[in-house]
């Protein structure tokens, strides 16, 4: 196999065959790291600006010390790694439906890996985010911040079983699992959707939509992702 280009895992899941490979872009002359699940490509380590913004975003609507904050969809692990360079937050609990992804990290195998596990206030929990979002919370286990990117957007989902989490009582559900003025922001690949929009603002006392915008060494040009955020009634 040629220094340039390497499949570092590759594992069936119920979701189908997810691959991580990496391979050597001599243009920009650095490690690309790509995830795809079947045919489709994923994510690329080329393109984290706005995983990262949806962890300083949705943070920045959250005051006080000592939060706690859970991560929906681990990935490359940059939201989690942003997270975490928050100086007030207390915990990260990653929910991440895929085991081998999680592995991947436990086995230092992306670029954040050895910072997300080697942090003590991590959690890796192989669980289905979505379901935990339907369950009923208990008292004590609320968080300040639920940052979430594993669909494409609103409208674009990895799985139909997905859809109900979009929808006015799902969203009902979510900020059951928000402190009182807690957080939840939510990365999108399309540009703002009006309508859910105007779900968000139906469910929470306030919601923002962020446009961010980044350099495509691709292309050459620039790209863009959303960033919703909405916040819980104090």
């Not at 085991?99 to 910072?115: A, K, Y």
């Not at 799902?170 to 009006?194: E, I, M, N, Q, T």
């Amino acid at each position: 196999m040629s220094a340039r280009f390497a499949e570092l895992a590759w594992q069936q899941t119920p979701m189908g065959e997810i691959s991580l490979r990496r391979r050597r872009d001599p243009v920009l002359e650095t490690d690309v790291f790509e995830v795809k699940l079947g045919d489709e490509f994923l994510m690329s380590s080329l393109f984290t600006v706005a995983e990262i913004e949806l962890a300083t975003l949705g943070l920045a609507a959250v005051d006080g010390e000592n939060l706690r904050v859970m991560v929906g969809g681990l990935g490359l692990g940059y939201t989690a790694r942003a997270a975490l360079e928050d100086t007030r937050v207390a915990s990260v609990v990653v929910v991440e439906a895929l085991d081998p992804v999680i592995d991947w990290h436990q086995r230092g195998l992306l670029p954040v890996s050895g910072e997300l596990v080697g942090d003590a206030r991590t959690s890796l929990v192989h669980d289905d985010f979505f379901a935990r979002m339907r369950a009923v919370p208990e008292p004590d286990r609320r968080y300040d911040a639920i940052l979430v990117d594993i669909d494409h957007s609103p409208r674009h989902l990895l799985s139909s079983t997905h859809s109900d989490f979009y929808t006015a009582d799902g969203l009902r559900r979510v900020a059951r699992h928000l402190a009182p003025g807690g957080a939840f922001a939510l990365w999108s690949d399309d540009p703002p959707d009006v309508e859910f929009e105007a779900v968000l603002s139906g469910v929470f006392a306030s919601c923002a939509s962020h446009v961010v915008t980044f350099p495509n060494p691709l292309t050459g040009g620039s790209s863009a992702n959303s960033v919703y955020v909405a916040t819980a009634p104090r």
